[in-house]
């Protein structure tokens, strides 16, 4: 409710983060989630009383049962009444805890990585499909006499600086790329 209490758990919260159903309804969220993600919530609050007909998407830690915290990202929008009077907030949530994990996972290979690249003085380059991007390490660019540092670039500045002779098999190669993330 707007006072930041229980009025509905669904069987799959209870489940997952082992409160009984009995032992929420009717009483404030601040215990089931973790101490420090409280904030979070708060912020969440204020960004949708001042958007009430939007949605705010945030994480917050809730309690495993068998120990520690999930993570889990949480979508909150106002209720309305009959009158069109906001009544409740409703959150829909979901675990993310693999996600998360895997993310750290991948941050510590790309940190094994990079520390390797930099201990062999190797060059490298990383195209980001997403943002269409490319992320040159400093060695590249040193290699490339475009500075000592570490630069992002757009595409088509990073394709200007192929060599003639390489640019064939570098489309090619980036044709095949993009045609296997699709």
């Not at 998360?100 to 060059?123: F, H, P, Q, V």
Request: negative net charge.
């Amino acid at each position: 409710d707007m006072e930041g209490k229980y009025t509905y758990v669904n069987d799959a919260f209870c489940e997952k983060f082992g409160f009984p159903r009995e032992q929420v309804l009717g009483k404030y969220y601040a215990p089931t989630v973790h101490p420090e993600d409280i904030k979070e919530c708060e912020k969440a609050m204020e960004k949708l009383s001042v958007n009430p007909d939007g949605v705010v998407i945030f994480e917050m830690r809730k309690p495993n049962p068998a120990g520690g915290f999930f993570n889990t990202e949480w979508e909150f929008v106002f209720v309305r009444d009959e009158r069109g009077e906001i009544v409740e907030v409703q959150g829909v949530g979901h675990d993310i805890t693999s996600q998360k994990t895997a993310y750290a996972e991948l941050e510590k290979d790309r940190n094994k990585l990079e520390l390797i690249l930099w201990s062999g003085r190797l060059g490298s380059w990383e195209w980001d499909m997403d943002r269409r991007e490319v992320h040159c390490n400093a060695f590249l660019m040193s290699l490339l006499g475009r500075g000592d540092h570490a630069q992002t670039i757009e595409p088509t500045a990073w394709e200007s600086w192929i060599h003639q002779e390489d640019a064939l098999v570098y489309n090619q190669r980036m044709d095949e790329t993009w045609y296997d993330a699709q």
